[in-house]
């Protein structure tokens, strides 16, 4: 197979979805590798190491489409990349489609497999694909947070672990899974006194052992957030509920709670937010009051550490993409392997249950729309 790999034209987006040091892999399972030229400049990744690699070398984003049967991505289609979609192509890479109906309908429309990272689901329950970028903004959510507590980003002028003499700033994160535990870990690490909230009991038993006790875990309910919000000085919100839009955790009554200058960094976003009324952000202006609460939402968060981020991700999707390249689609959906249930658009049918529900869409299960 033909894999193609475009720059990412999302705002302010510089990974790349696939690093050269895992060409070479795919090449040798038997596979064409082609860049946009310069695609990987901003993740620190020149033409000539991905020539190196074994791949070729594109000039133009609409060449890689056209010539791709699988293009290999970071982020979702940005509307500039719709009439590049066609009947046939695999488009592999976050897709968020709870959250994007326009990305749905152009999936639709031109019949493109629409294999979303996001809901790869492994027999355990796990989201392999999308693991290494909410562990990357879970940790991006602590820092950024630090730093919008400064004076010099209009904060509330506190440190977050404070010093001997001063309050440690309060840390609250709601949604204890990959992103909140990484926050919660480099808060504790700052010195910051963080409580996790979330309605998964194991999960609060796990995070209070191995933080021995300095992350307390609390069950979520409104009721608890609602006092614990009303005193914090950073909340970090990262439910899920995989394939689905993030429920609003956060209400508006909530957030009218919160102190002055407080900061809620809602990480879900590109599920389409767990804050009521919350609106996305970009790296390029991230932030925007509501009240007296400081809004951070950005979509992309990973896209600040281009070079981690994009190596990371590699590392964790090239094998499943040396799969898919293997046997294609259909053996995929009939042998049930994780990337199945990545499976989110196939011949104009939408094909993940959940997103489904979401967007009030039929749902026609893969192994019925491969049939079709
Ligand atoms: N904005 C970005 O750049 C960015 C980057 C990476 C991930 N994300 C998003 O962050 C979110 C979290 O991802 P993750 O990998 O940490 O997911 P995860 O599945 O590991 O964790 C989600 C946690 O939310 C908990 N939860 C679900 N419903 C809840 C509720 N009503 N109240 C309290 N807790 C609840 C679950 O029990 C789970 O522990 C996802 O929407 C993901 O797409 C965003």
Redesign the pocket.
């Known amino acids: 197979m033909i894999i193609g790999v475009p720059r990412e034209v999302k705002s302010g987006e510089q990974r790349i979805g696939l690093t050269p040091d895992k060409v070479d892999s795919v090449v040798k399972a038997g596979h064409k590798v082609i860049v946009e030229s310069s695609a990987g400049l901003g993740a620190g990744f020149k033409d000539e190491d991905y020539t190196a690699a074994g791949a070729g070398i594109v000039p133009n984003h609409a060449d890689v489409y056209e010539q791709a049967d699988i293009v290999v991505k970071v982020k979702e289609p940005q509307p500039e990349e719709f009439e590049l979609l066609r009947e046939g192509l695999i488009l592999y890479c976050?897709l968020?489609l709870a959250a994007e109906p326009a990305v749905t309908e152009a999936l639709i429309k031109t019949k493109t497999i629409g294999i979303a990272y996001?809901t790869v689901q492994e027999k355990d329950g796990s989201?392999p694909l999308?693991?290494p970028?909410?562990?990357?903004?879970?940790k991006l959510a602590a820092q950024v947070a630090a730093r919008l507590l400064q004076s010099d980003y209009d904060g509330s002028g506190r440190l977050l672990g404070g010093v001997p003499g001063t309050e440690a700033c309060r840390f609250i994160v709601?949604?204890?899974?990959?992103?909140?535990?990484?926050a919660a870990l480099i808060a504790t690490g700052l010195g910051a006194r963080v409580t996790v909230?979330?309605?998964?009991l194991e999960?609060l038993r796990y995070i209070e052992h191995i933080s021995r006790g300095s992350i307390k875990g609390l069950f979520?309910t409104p009721g608890a957030l609602s006092q614990f919000l009303a005193r914090a000085d950073v909340v970090v919100s990262?439910?899920?509920?995989?394939g689905a839009k993030?429920?609003k955790?956060v209400t508006r009554e909530m957030l009218a709670g919160m102190k002055e200058k407080s900061i809620m960094i809602?990480?879900?976003?590109?599920?389409g937010g767990?804050v009521e009324g919350v609106k996305p952000t970009t790296l390029a202006k991230p932030t925007y009051r509501d009240g007296k609460v400081t809004m951070y939402?950005?979509?992309?968060?990973?896209?600040m550490v281009a070079n981690t981020s994009s190596v990371s991700l590699s590392n964790t999707t090239y094998n499943y993409l040396i799969k898919l390249a293997q046997v294609g689609v259909d053996s995929i959906v009939r042998e049930g392997h994780p990337l199945a249930l990545g499976l989110n658009t196939y011949n104009g049918h939408v094909t993940h249950p959940a997103v489904a529900g979401a967007l009030n869409h039929e749902y026609v299960p893969p192994i019925k729309a491969i049939a079709s």
């Open positions: 976050y968020h996001e989201l999308l693991y970028m909410s562990e990357i903004a879970g709601v949604g204890g899974g990959t992103v909140g535990f990484n909230f979330d309605r998964n999960r979520s990262s439910v899920l509920i995989p993030a429920p955790v809602d990480v879900a976003i590109d599920q767990s939402a950005v979509t992309n968060i990973p896209g």
